[in-house]
């Protein structure tokens, strides 16, 4: 779902077929995966690099969500795709958990 500023929800929907999913390679160069933890209410950017290996940058950002962990310790991160970085304030970033 997208509004108007161009930001992407995923929300913690979970597409039917995972090949109808977007995955980290569909991502345009510019735009950011963000990430905000259903705890602590964090928004932050998601450190992608985990899931960069040639196998998973293919991953769909449903399996990447379900791989997500807040540093404040929460497992449950619901992803959007910005066209531009969150603030700098909110660091360290998410990181792969698995």
């Given amino acids: 779902m997208a509004d108007g500023s161009g930001v992407v ?3 913690r929907v979970r597409c039917t077929h995972e090949a109808d999913c977007p995955t980290l390679a569909d991502l345009k160069p510019g735009q950011h995966l963000v990430g905000c933890c259903d705890r602590c209410q964090q928004v ?6 985990a899931w960069m290996a040639p196998r998973d940058r293919w991953s769909s ?3 990447v969500q379900g791989q997500t962990a807040c540093p404040c310790g ?3 991160v619901t992803l959007q795709v910005w066209p ?3 603030p700098a304030a909110a660091q360290p970033p998410f990181y792969r958990w698995r």
């Fill in 84 to 86: 531009v970085a969150p």
């Fill in 9 to 11: 929800v995923l929300g």
């Fill in 74 to 76: 929460c497992r449950q």
């Fill in 44 to 49: 932050r950017e998601v450190d992608a690099s």
């Fill in 61 to 63: 950002l449903a399996v």
